[in-house]
């Protein structure tokens, strides 16, 4: 069983979770995600590696609560156990040689952006974090990127912490005042990524994104996660989670994320509805 | 005195108009008075030629006649010897070009319903007997099995029967591959393929789920850990695109992603945690029993008008002939020579339409069938809300890459000597879709057998515990 070791809750809507699965944490890398079950009757949900401990035997998930099973899987406490594990999935994020990088995290997307800060930044290249959120109380990691990486710009779109604005205008700020990156990784909201390739694209710089479609096994089957990448189908659970960011066909990656829009706002609303019943006696 | 009756008992079936609002099964099975009535058609030939039909070479005569005397849990003992999963046997394989085929009543009339009869004895069996079969001593030597599908299961049963600790990897977290996750519920009912599950654990075959081999361990790994020969039976299960505009369209399904949702993971239940859309009008491109399977589950899951797309004409689908007609009693309509140019979307994004064009039969191509050409000026679209790609599927890169000394085609299956199932590795064996590409649940299972006695065989010679990494 994977039962859970520890349980964080990060903001009000985020939460960490580190599970106990050895197999899982011996060969996870930055980028790779797994899949879960929550229980018997669960579906299937991807999540990217927030962190791994190879000798504990343990791989730390973080994850917002959006839909019906990020509910029920945020009602777990510590010492219960997830019904599946399965990983690592996809292709490892590519750190080797890098000397000088922008690490950009959007949200929860800086749950996926950290594990790479980290690696970065002990293989000694210089790291520049930008990490964006919609106000101070969702704020998650500060103190972990902070000591990921030489420079760190925090942004909120309200300014109740950090600087007021988007984490593109902090980008931009940082590559005008003469920084040059050998690459730019982006990990966040699909619109996030968006905006910062379309900003690096004008300079020229190299940008990785961190796809995170809708999928079902994980392993190439299902075919749910493609996406358009250069002109080409491609499989975000086997040719990625990373992709170019400058080839990325976002606009219909935006779009195939609302398939089962309505499906899941009814789903969430049942999840809350039954949790308010089971709640009642005790409130 | 045989029955000379030159057709064979009718199987009892779920109307169509009833079976095509519910997953539950549409055939019934014969009675038992049907099924011996049925026996008494064999004539007992001196030839036997429907053995030699049979990809797994069961004793069909034999078990007939046994059904014959009424003899039932006998029969199951005979089936057993060479099948491990009789139940999904009856149900699924393509009897009429195998067993069926070369029947000699056939010559003059209907053959006899040997897949009918194979069904209803492991039925019979399931219904009849608590015991579960009994462990065989070990023989402390381990063979790791990749794929809990038809060829896996398979192999899986008969090292375990010969005393091999057989452990089974599965990337999914329910085994049964294709079984469980492809056929839907209303042709093979789950309950059946956990059964057949059970009795291979019952035989002390381990079930290992959420394990990507390739991922999670590589093949390497699994030598490493002390297992002395490896089956990799992982199938051909990334779904092929026709590359048409509009196939990224919200509501473009591929077969794999549709019928998994629906049957691994239950989306026809009221109340699933899975999502499907809820389309009304469906396509679904393709023509082989994947496509009709998903037609079908498209219309249980209550689209209005549901249409199998095929290129060429009916003569050339490669279908079963019993589904093609179980999909037209359900009211499934066929628009064959009919091929899509693109995929039409609405302002959200979802699919609104299918552009087609009309086709016609030319000269024959390299397969052997006509080939499909284009009607000049014949261009019309579709109405449909949602399109199921079902234009086959490839095998899976993943142990492939990540295993040295491997050798594939350029298909990407693995190569391997025939008769054996052995692989360019030593101590390495597949077999079924991962071989082959996309083929039947038998012929996989046919490999899985083959690959089982190649394997002890191997073993045999080998000193025990020896590495092979």
């Known amino acids: 069983m994977f039962t859970i070791l520890k349980k964080r809750r990060l903001n009000p809507t ?3 979770m580190e599970i106990d699965a050895p197999l899982v944490a011996k060969k996870a890398e930055p980028g790779q995600f797994i899949i879960l ?247 | 005195m045989p029955n000379m009756s030159l057709k064979k008992n009718e199987m009892p079936v779920q109307a169509p108009e009833v079976r095509c609002h519910n997953f ?28 030699s039909g049979c990809p797994v070479a069961i004793d069909i005569p034999a078990f007939i006649e046994k059904v014959k005397e009424g003899q039932f849990e006998e029969a199951y003992g005979i089936l057993n010897r060479s099948s491990s999963l009789p139940a999904v046997c009856g149900r699924v394989c393509p009897q009429e070009t195998q067993c069926e085929s070369r029947c000699v009543r056939g010559i003059k009339g209907e053959p006899v319903a040997i897949g009918r009869l194979e069904r209803f004895v492991a039925d019979w069996h399931n219904a009849h ?6 462990k065989p001593a070990s023989n402390g030597r381990r063979v790791a099995v990749i794929g809990a599908g038809p060829s896996g299961l398979t192999c899986a049963g008969d090292l375990a029967k010969l005393g091999y600790e057989v452990t089974v990897f599965e990337a999914l977290h329910l085994a049964g591959g294709v079984l469980v996750y492809g056929i839907p519920e209303f042709r093979l009912p789950k309950a059946i393929v956990q059964k057949e ?13 959420n394990m990507v081999i390739g991922r999670t361990l590589s093949v390497d790994e ?33 077969a794999n992603e549709f019928l998994t949702r629906v049957n691994l993971m239950k989306a026809y239940r009221e109340g699933s945690a899975t999502p499907i859309q809820e389309a009304k009008r469906v396509a679904v491109v393709g023509g082989g029993n994947v496509a009709m399977d998903a037609a079908r589950c498209a219309k249980r899951l209550g689209a209005d008008e549901v249409s199998i797309v095929y290129r060429r004409s009916e003569e050339e689908m490669p279908a079963r002939l019993e589904e093609v007609e179980h999909a ?51 261009e019309f679209v579709l109405d449909v809300d949602c399109v199921v790609m079902s234009i086959g599927t ?60 190649s394997i002890h065989e191997y073993l045999q010679n080998q000193p025990e515990h020896s590495s092979r990494v």
């Open chain 1, 37 to 283: 079950r929550v229980n018997e009757e669960g579906e299937r949900i991807p999540l990217t590696v927030a962190d791994f401990d190879r000798e504990k035997g343990s791989v730390t998930v973080i994850f917002q609560i959006v839909g019906a099973t990020t509910k029920q899987l945020d009602q777990l406490e510590e010492g219960d156990a997830l019904q599946d594990f399965v990983g690592p999935l996809g292709v490892a994020s590519h750190t080797e040689g890098l000397k000088k990088v922008a690490v950009i995290g959007g949200g929860v997307g800086c749950a996926i952006a950290y594990p790479i800060a980290k690696k970065l930044h002990q293989q000694g290249a210089e790291v520049h974090a930008v990490v964006g959120f919609r106000n101070q109380d969702l704020v998650i990691l500060e103190k972990e990127f902070r000591e990921a990486s030489g420079k760190l710009v925090l942004m909120t779109d309200d300014g109740s912490a950090g600087q007021k604005g988007l984490v593109t205008q902090a980008l931009k700020e940082l590559i005008e005042a003469g920084n040059q990156y050998d690459e730019v990784i982006a990990i966040g909201p699909l619109i996030m990524m968006k905006f910062v390739s379309q900003l690096t694209r004008e300079y020229g710089i190299k940008t990785v994104v961190s796809m995170n479609p809708i999928m079902i096994d994980g392993t190439g089957m299902c075919g749910g996660c493609r996406l358009t990448v250069g002109g080409e189908t491609k499989f975000a659970c086997v040719d990625g989670p990373d992709f170019d960011g400058h080839l990325v066909d976002f606009d219909e990656a935006i779009e195939r994320s609302g398939m089962y829009r309505g499906f899941e706002r009814h789903a969430y609303e049942s999840a809350c509805h039954l949790l308010n019943k089971e709640e009642a006696p005790h409130a």
């Open chain 2, 129 to 134: 007997t608590e015991n579960a079969p009994e």
């Open chain 2, 222 to 254: 699994l030598f490493e850990d002390g297992f002395e020969a490896v089956f990799i039976g992982s199938g051909a299960g990334l779904p092929r695109f026709m590359g048409i505009p509009g196939e990224n369209l919200k509501g473009v399904y591929s």
């Open chain 2, 328 to 378: 037209k009693e359900e009211g499934i309509l066929f628009r064959v020579l009919t091929n899509p140019v693109e995929i039409l979307g609405n302002e959200e994004k979802f699919v609104a339409g299918m552009r087609c064009v009309e086709m016609e039969l030319g000269e024959p191509d390299t397969s052997g069938r006509r080939s499909p050409i284009v009607k000049e000026g014949s």
């Open chain 1, 14 to 16: 985020v939460t960490l």
């Open chain 2, 24 to 51: 539950e099964e549409v055939a019934l099975g014969y009675t038992k008075e049907q099924a011996m009535d049925e026996a008494a058609r064999c004539l007992n030939c001196k030839n036997k030629p429907c053995i």
């Open chain 2, 394 to 453: 490839s095998p899976n890169p993943l142990i492939r890459n990540t295993t040295q000394g491997l050798e594939v085609n350029r298909r990407g299956c693995f190569i391997v000597e025939e008769e054996t199932g052995r692989t360019s590795r030593e101590g390495v064996y597949a077999g079924g879709d991962a071989v082959t590409g996309a083929a039947t649940v038998i012929l996989a299972m046919g490999a899985g057998k083959t690959a089982a006695k």
């Open chain 2, 197 to 209: 599950i059970d009795n291979l654990t019952a035989l002390g075959v381990t079930m290992n789920t």
